[in-house]
């Protein structure tokens, strides 16, 4: 079983629509949560950071930790065009001191 | 200009021959990591260094090597390149932001092996 498993596959969705991305993760040593967006032929980026509990806005994003479950999740509302991009959930600290572990990431496309 | 920088961006070459891959920062940061990506299995860690004197291996290091030339730079190496080392490797840096660490990515190197 892996460490962090990302969920859904590749996601295609008409602009407006909203985009849920979620991770779950085996790993309760886990202390602050990312999500980092990939443009194609890019670096990934740091889109979200959150460190507890609860929600965390910004924009259009929304990301959700509930440590509890061992789940975070990536909401998008109203989503873009410009929003087409791998999404990869990364999570670290705890026993993983110094490295991030990263999911599979989610291939999401927003048509016009 | 680019805080992390991988050069070369793109590179062909045939099996068995060895190639470096370089990486470059201007973060001041003294951890930093190569990653390969292939699809479906996304960000794998090959080898990490925090310090100079500090290089550990990652989930997937055989067949690869690294050198922490300075707190600025850290290459890759594929002593022998296979057709299965063909992926986009990223080299990333590490710093602290709001209580935890994270990374910055450079701009990846696409690389084929055949």
């Known amino acids: 079983q892996k460490e962090v498993e990302q969920d859904p596959g590749p996601l295609s969705v008409p602009e407006g629509a909203i985009v849920s991305l979620n991770c779950t993760y085996s790993?309760?040593?886990?202390?602050?949560f990312m999500w980092y967006r990939q443009y194609s032929r890019k670096g990934p980026e740091l889109l979200m950071y959150?460190?507890?509990?609860g929600n965390k806005e910004d924009g259009r994003f929304t990301a959700q930790v509930d440590k509890s479950s061992k789940y975070i999740s990536l909401f998008i509302r109203d989503s873009q065009p410009s929003d087409s991009a791998t999404y990869l959930c990364?999570?670290?600290?705890?026993?993983?001191?110094?490295?991030?572990?990263f999911g599979q990431g989610t291939i999401l496309t927003v048509h016009p | 200009d680019a805080d992390v920088t991988q050069t070369p961006r793109n590179r062909i070459t045939k099996t068995g021959k060895r190639i470096m891959l370089e990486c470059s920062q201007t973060?001041?940061?003294?951890?930093m990591y190569w990653y390969r990506q292939d699809p479906g299995l996304g960000l794998r860690l090959i080898y990490y260094?925090?310090?100079?004197?500090?290089?550990n291996k990652g989930e997937i290091s055989d067949g690869y090597s690294v050198s922490r030339q300075a707190q600025a730079k850290f290459s890759l190496s594929l002593e022998s390149a296979i057709p299965n080392q063909t992926a986009l490797y990223f080299c990333a840096t590490s710093g602290w932001f709001r209580g935890g660490e994270t990374q910055y990515f450079g701009p990846g190197t696409r690389l084929l092996v055949l």
């Open positions: 990364a999570m670290g600290g705890g026993t993983s001191y110094g490295k991030l572990t």
């Open positions: 790993n309760s040593a886990f202390q602050y």
């Open positions: 973060k001041g940061h003294d951890r």
């Open positions: 959150t460190y507890s509990s």
């Open positions: 260094s925090f310090d100079v004197k500090d290089i």
